[in-house]
């Protein structure tokens, strides 16, 4: 029992002094939104917010490592430090009366490493190694304002992967045509 205790207890101190290491969040593909003549509002009075219409499952993929340090590469660094991460996107120039929103699924993507010396631990103080979507993994709407940027998911230790689907909602005020905005993904880290 006293061996258990002073494990504990060393792993207790060792998170309390702990800082965030510095990561690299990895974002593949890009979502295309093509509607065409079959797709619009055949019939008065109803608009195509009420539908909308999806990119694939995996228009992109994100990925969050922690940075080599020295000799360390990034899969002994997300072995030996665990912390939480929060995924929050916005967009930017969206057009007017263009909605869109994005989802993941639950334990979406790939821990990295696949097991880590935390998975071992009896009490894991963060909770398993896992993927959480807001919203339970139903459609949350992006915001066009960075200082509005909503959370879409969070994850605990480091992960590749991890698929984002997005629905667009176009307005019958929508003027026609091609439209270019960005998306943005701001990750944030935290020891509890």
Not at 2 to 10: A, H, Q, R, V
Not at 20 to 39: W, Y
Not at 112 to 129: N, T, W
């Amino acid at each position: 029992m006293k061996k258990i205790l002073l494990f504990l207890s060393i792993i207790t101190s060792s998170w309390i002094h702990a800082q965030l290491l510095p990561g690299t969040m990895n974002v593949s593909g890009m979502p295309a939104f093509i509607q065409n003549i079959d797709d619009v509002v055949r019939e008065a009075g109803l608009d195509d917010t009420v539908t909308g219409f999806e990119s694939a499952i995996d228009a992109n993929l994100i990925s969050f490592t922690l940075d080599p340090l020295l000799l360390l590469n990034s899969e002994v660094m997300c072995n030996e430090n665990v912390f939480r991460y929060s995924v929050y996107v916005h967009t930017q120039n969206l057009p007017a009366n263009l909605q869109i929103e994005a989802r993941t699924y639950m334990n979406s993507g790939s821990r990295f490493p696949e097991v880590s010396i935390y998975d071992l631990l009896i009490i894991q103080p963060l909770g398993p190694r896992d993927l959480t979507p807001s919203n339970g993994g139903d459609y949350i709407p992006v915001p066009n304002d960075g200082s509005q940027a909503i959370k879409i998911f969070e994850f605990v230790g480091c992960r590749t992967d991890i698929p984002v689907q997005f629905r667009i909602k176009a307005s019958s005020k929508f003027a026609g045509g091609t439209g270019n905005f960005n998306i943005v993904y701001t990750v944030v880290g935290s020891l509890l």
